[in-house]
Each structure stands twice: as structure tokens, then as C-alpha cells.
């Protein structure tokens, strides 16, 4: 009993153009029937691993394997297989929706009797049935990004690449493109690139963090939480004398930094404790602050993955080895 | 086959949809009424396939598609050749074009059309070996401008080198010099002669040269 191969396999791959390298080392897989974002800030190295993936460059080291084809060999077969969007839609001005739609459809082997129905159901799922006889150069920004979606997913492909697919779209288009998303990805294997954090936490089961071409984390995004929660901060507003309260939180075990704002007009503090690994931590400080003083707020800090993404690049400037 | 298809439509549309096949088409008809040789029309050949060839991939490169096209499953034999065919289809619609400016010479005239149509060959056949020389040099550069530039100066060069003979002491590169002019064949087609090294030169002028553009695509990843 085996499982099957995972979709998308990376095995140390490092990309370098000249002595720059854009990527380096990096593994990870995304399995049938998954979602996977790919974080970074820009110059990350996203695009070049998606154009890895997609075939239209290929690594310098390492083994990227796509519906069990390798890209270095087997490109033309993988990429029956794989929908890919670009980060610039890669339209043809001078053609029609539907002449665009048909030329890559044919290429991509669907069938003539099938191919009609099939430009059909992808322009009802990107919302472009009003727009299909309009050319190209015509369209907006909105409707060019979600014509560059609708080709990715022609023929049903195993494996869907979208870089950044969301990226100038209004917040009802996003809705809809992120609709569309996550139920091609309950069936296929989807990877999309994005900046923008609450997207990887909506639509993704798993986020891959990367930075300067490293792949830095790979995990659910409430198991980042839970990775970076251990060094957590617990707020609270109090109203109490600075220096008295400071002492008594230092005085609890587990706490091991403490920091606050001047007191407001109303003598409230709000204080901010970096605290250690552990439950019971915030039950313990309630005790202590709450027996002198007028406890208004306390809270455990969840970290955002904003702050996840942050505390991992910033842990590790420029790309050094992680320790 | 499928996919070679594809983007020979592909291309097809895109040409037509843009000015630069009309403007091809009624410019080359247009003029040889003027110019009345075949002579002349080959000379003009060379400046104008390049406007043909310049966007094969220029302009995919400029517009982004390259990377749709290049990650389509698609050999870059099919990419190439398609795209080829295409030119080529439009060079034979040039040479259709001119056709009609036969009408009056059949009507005044008694010409020999065995002549005339060596003639053809030898257009069609040197219009292959430019557009194939200059997808070349679409592939190598992402600036259409600069792709029919160079297309157009290599191609110049072709043309005139057999002048070089002139200069040469050594047999053997006098033979080469000429034997790499494109005019010197051409001059023997419109002559009335379909030479096999005529046919021979232009069409591996043309296979290398396409030979070259797929292979630069399979090194470029």
C-alpha cells in the first residue's frame, strides 16, 4: 500500500542566473487535493520558484518532480498537466476571449467535441461570459487578471501555479477568485503566491514562508501560530503606579520582559510582558496585577501571521543560514 | 502536429489582426508594378521580412506570453515551426499578390512562363531562408526594433557578400563568398534556373537557422 506521489515535489532545488542565486535549497511538496500559499515580500524568489514548477526555466540543482514527470526531462508531458497563471497575464491583445481561450485549449489537447463546453465552463466560473466576443486590449485590469486564471484551469489540469492571482482585482472579484480557488483545490493540487497574509490564511491549508530564495517554514498557518506563540506577548491595562506594577510582573514566574506605555488620562498603563513557553502564564500575572490594582484588560497576544512572517524574516536577515 | 497547428492559427490571426500584414501585402504589390523585375522584388524582400518575422517572438517576450507559451505543452520544435509557417503563409500571400501584376504582361505579351515561375521559386524559396533568419534573431532579442534591424543588416550582408569575391586571392574563399550570396542563386532562379544547390542553399540556409531558434529556446530554460 503506497501513497500517492504528491503532486508537486521540490528536492533541493537552487536556481542561479550568472553568481546570483535566486533560490536556494529549497523542498517542499503539495500533495492531491491541497492548497498551498507561498508567502514572501517581493524579490523573494516566488515567481522564479513558481517559473521553476511551470517548467519555463529550470533548475541549476536539485529535482522538481509535477504529476510524476520531471521537469528537467519530462517537461512537455508535465505540462499537460499543469495551469499556470503568470504574475502578468499573458494575453494576446489582438484576439478575442474566446479565440485566446481556443488557442490554448487546443494546445492543451482538449478535445474539439469538448472544447465549446469547456471554454464555456471556465468562463462562467471566472466570471467572463460578457466579455467573451470582446478583444483582448479592450478588457479591464480585472477581467485581463481573471482571463489569465480562466486559461490556467482549461482542461482541468492536476496541478494549478498561480502567482498571484488575486493581484488587482476589486474586493468583490477577489471573493469570487478566491471562490473559485478553493473548489478547484478540493479535487487538484493548487500553489499560489501571494503577499497578502489573510489571503494564505483563507484559502490555504498550508503556508510556505520564503525569503531571500530560502524557504524558511512550511506548516498550517495555526501550526505557525502555535511555532511562534511559544515567544508570545500577553497585554493588559491596568491602572496602577508604573514602577510598583513592573516590579510585581517581574516577580511572576514566566515572565520575562516587561514594557508600557505612560499612563493615559485616566491613569490607565498599557503594558505589554514578554512571556515564556507555558499555559497558565496569563492566569497567573491576572492574580498578581488583579490583588493591588484595577485589572481592565488582559489578553494573550495570538500572533497574526503577519507577525509570523515578520519573526521569520526577521529572524534571519539576508539570507544566512538558520541556526 | 496538434500543437503546431494550434499556434500556426494562432499566428494567423495575429497578423491579421494587426497592420503589419496589410501593410506588407499592398506595399509589395504595389511596388513591383514599378519596379517590374523580380530582381527588385528580391531586394525588397530583404528589408521586409524582417518586418514579417520581427514579433514572432519579440513580441511575445514584450507582452509576457512567452511565458504561456514556453510552459504550454508544446516541444519548442512546434513552437518554432508554427510560428514559421505562419510567415511563410504570409510571404505566399505576397507572392499571390504579385500575380496580378502578370495580367498585362500575358495580355500584351508572350512571356515565358517557365522563367516566371522560377522566378517564384526562387522568391518564395530566399523569402523562407529570410523569415527563418530572422525568427532567429526574434528569438535572441526581446525588442522587435532591434530584431528587424539586425535581421535586416545580416540579411544585407548575405545579399551583397558575393561582391567579396572581388577581393579574394584564394579560390577557395572566392568559391565560399559566393556560394553564401543570396543574390547569386536568386539571380540564377530569375534567369529560368532551378538549380539543385540553389534549392539546396536556401533551404539550409532556412533549417539551420530554425534549428538554431529551437535550440536557443531548450538552452534559455
Known sequence: MSLPPAAIVLESVSKRYGSRTIIRDVSFTVGHGEIVGFLGPNGAG????????????AATTGRVTVAGYDMATDNVEAARRIGYQPERPPLYDTLDVSAYLRFVAKVKGVRRAALAGEIERVTAACHLE????????????????????????????EVLL????????????????????????????????????AEATLICQRVAIIHHGRLLAIDSPSGLQRAIAQTNR???????????????????????????????????????????????????????VAARWDLHRLERQAPTLEN???????????????? | MRGTLAVYQKELSTYFRSPIAYYVVVFLTGETTMAGT???????LLTLAPVISMRLFSAEYGAGTAELLLTLPLTPWQIVLGKYLGAVTILLLISVGTVVDLVPLYIFGTPETTTILAGYIGFVLLGMACLAVGELFSVLTHNQIVAALITAAVLLGFWFVGHLQDFQRSDVLRSLVGYLSFARHFTDFIQGLVRTDGVAFYLVVSAVALTLSASYLQWRR
Not at chain 1, 516566488?46 to 526555466?57: D, N, V
Not at chain 1, 489569465?148 to 482549461?154: R, Y
Open chain 1, 308 to 323: 509570523i512572517f515578520l519573526q521569520y524574516v526577521a529572524d534571519r536577515p539576508n539570507g544566512s543560514e538558520p541556526a
Open chain 1, 234 to 288: 500577553v497585554s493588559l491595562q491596568v491602572t496602577a503606579l508604573a514602577g510598583e506594577l513592573r516590579a510585581e510582573l517581574l516577580s511572576v514566574k514566566g515572565v520575562t520582559a516587561v514594557s508600557m506605555l505612560p499612563p493615559d488620562r485616566d491613569g490607565q498603563l498599557t503594558v505589554e510582558c514578554q512571556v515564556d513557553v507555558g499555559h497558565g502564564i496569563e492566569a497567573a500575572i491576572a492574580r498578581a
Open chain 1, 46 to 57: 516566488k515567481t522564479t520558484t513558481m517559473r521553476l514548477i511551470a517548467g519555463f526555466t
Open chain 1, 130 to 157: 460578457a466579455v467573451v466576443r470582446q478583444e483582448i486590449y479592450k478588457l479591464s485590469k480585472g477581467y485581463r487578471q481573471r482571463l489569465g486564471l480562466a486559461q490556467a484551469l482549461l482542461g482541468s489540469p
Open chain 2, 38 to 44: 523580380l530582381q527588385n522584388m528580391g531586394i525588397l
Open chain 1, 162 to 197: 498561480l502567482d498571484e492571482p488575486t493581484a488587482g482585482l476589486d474586493p468583490a472579484q477577489i471573493q469570487e477568485t478566491r471562490e473559485v480557488i478553493r473548489d478547484f483545490g478540493r479535487s487538484h493540487a493548487v500553489l499560489l503566491s501571494t503577499h497578502i497574509l
